[in-house]
């Protein structure tokens, strides 16, 4: 079945940028689907990032909407996230998801940390 | 945008019953069917357990319901177990910024 597992550095420096991959195994990314990014901060709750279909097609949250940049590779069957002039606010567990057409998230990464620390 | 709202956290005892409200507005969950719940364990993913309001995924326990009436959607949680001990959070298609979430339920079970 199809899996996700997110990876990149876990430490970005303040005002640095934020990188992190999604690798999509089990199935293909160009799918009928659309693949989003959903973070969390240490004992706080859920928030959307944004989502990006395999044409390349993008939805993003307004509040982050001119830090955020995603993008896919359908070679390597894996979607990516960019988030500029990190702050100590951006720290979270940032997971990756695959959202179904009525705007649910039926699969998701593990997660992985990213602090934003000097 | 604001988060949806939701109770901080809730108890009851195995066996009981519980619900869970969340709170959005006309722009989100009053107007759209878009609503879905998830449950999350302890440094684990979130785990889908309702979509369009009242569905449930394939091999989600049927003591899982949910409801809406206006602004406000509904998790119920029947037949309490120990293992219901989680986060819970809702979630809303939105016109404004495509999705919001709700803050989240911590549920006891006593």
């Known amino acids: 079945q199809v899996q996700l597992q997110e990876s990149g550095p876990g430490l970005v420096k303040p005002s640095g940028t934020l990188s992190l991959t999604c690798d999509v195994s089990?199935?293909?990314?160009?799918?009928?689907?659309?693949w989003s990014w959903v973070r969390q901060p240490p004992g706080k709750g859920l928030e959307w990032i944004g989502q990006?279909?395999?044409?390349?097609?993008?939805d993003y949250n307004s509040s982050l909407k001119s830090r955020v940049t995603l993008s896919v590779d359908k070679s390597k069957n894996q979607f990516s996230l960019r988030l500029s002039s990190v702050t100590a606010a951006d720290t979270a567990v940032y997971y990756c998801?695959?959202?179904?057409?009525?705007?649910?998230?039926?699969?998701w990464g593990r997660g992985t940390l990213v602090t934003v620390s000097s | 945008q604001s988060a949806l709202t939701q109770p901080a956290s809730v108890s009851a005892s195995p066996g009981q019953s519980i619900t869970i409200s969340c709170t959005g507005t006309?722009?989100?969950?009053?107007?759209?069917?878009?609503v879905s719940w998830y449950q999350q364990n302890p440094d684990k993913a979130p785990k889908l357990i309702i979509f369009?309001?009242?569905k449930r995924p394939s091999g989600v326990s049927n003591r899982f319901s949910g409801s809406k009436s206006g602004n406000t959607a509904s998790l119920t949680i029947s037949g309490l177990q120990a293992e219901d001990e989680a986060d819970y959070f809702c979630?809303?298609?939105?016109?404004?910024?495509?999705?919001?979430f709700g803050g989240g339920t911590k549920l006891t079970v006593l």
């Open positions: 998801a695959r959202v179904l057409e009525s705007w649910y998230f039926d699969l």
């Open positions: 089990g199935g293909s990314i160009s799918s009928r689907n659309w």
């Open positions: 990006i279909y395999h044409s390349g097609i993008t």
């Open positions: 006309n722009s989100d969950i009053g107007a759209y069917n878009y």
């Open positions: 369009d309001v009242t």
């Open positions: 979630s809303s298609y939105t016109i404004t910024t495509y999705v919001v």
